[in-house]
């Protein structure tokens, strides 16, 4: 599956609605920036930085507190399970299971968000993500950052589309906003 936003899909302001006639369909948010660093730190802090720092909290989530059996988080087949201290909607504990499906060095990563456990989030079933180095020039490096939400039930996809339009789209606007900090900051990555 590529999750490669195309030229007309980049903007941090794209949503894409995918209706399949016999399948369930999806959402996908695609969002692009411009780093001022080393493509390899491009390459490397979505995946292997600080999460904790990028995913801070927004609206209806609460801020990802640490992470739960992640030895083998930034290789293919790793797994994490992303912890929070819970809120209005969201209880506290495990939140999902977080999975790296591919790593191509220095190109892009894709993983996919499942599992979730709490209740309150029945209507979403997986949503594959993918980070992509596009272009990198002398210290400027454009990347592409997308997840597509997919339903539990095609009859969910309203409150799905709602969910990504108000929640989804803030958090990575917020969580690109972070990585790109990360990248162009001198701090340790936190995975190999």
């Not at 390899?40 to 059996?69: H, K, V």
């Not at 968000?113 to 993500?129: C, K, Q």
């Not at 596009?134 to 799905?160: H, I, K, Q």
Request: aromatic residues 12%; contains cysteine; glycine residues 8%.
């Amino acid at each position: 599956m590529d999750l490669s936003p195309r030229p007309d899909e980049l903007g941090l302001n794209q949503l894409t609605f995918h209706v399949c006639r016999n399948a369930v369909s999806s959402i996908t948010v695609s969002l692009s920036d411009t780093f001022h660093c080393t493509a390899e730190r491009a390459f490397a802090a979505p995946i292997r930085g600080d999460a904790t720092r990028f995913l801070g909290g927004y609206r209806f989530q609460p801020p990802i507190s640490g992470f739960e059996d992640d030895a083998t988080w930034g290789q293919p087949g790793g797994v994490r399970y992303p912890v929070t201290e819970g809120g209005f909607l969201l209880r506290s504990g495990r939140l999902l299971t977080d999975t790296v499906l591919e790593r191509v060095e220095g190109e892009r990563w894709t993983w996919e968000i499942s599992e979730f456990t709490s209740p309150s989030l029945f209507f979403i079933d997986r949503a594959p993500g993918q980070w992509r180095i596009l272009n990198a020039t002398d210290g400027a490096v454009e990347v592409a950052y997308s997840y597509e939400y997919f339903p539990t039930r095609r009859l969910y996809t309203p409150l799905l589309r709602a969910f990504v339009a108000l929640q989804v789209r803030g958090m990575l606007r917020q969580a690109l906003r972070e990585i790109k900090a990360f990248a162009e900051s001198d701090a340790e990555m936190c995975y190999p």
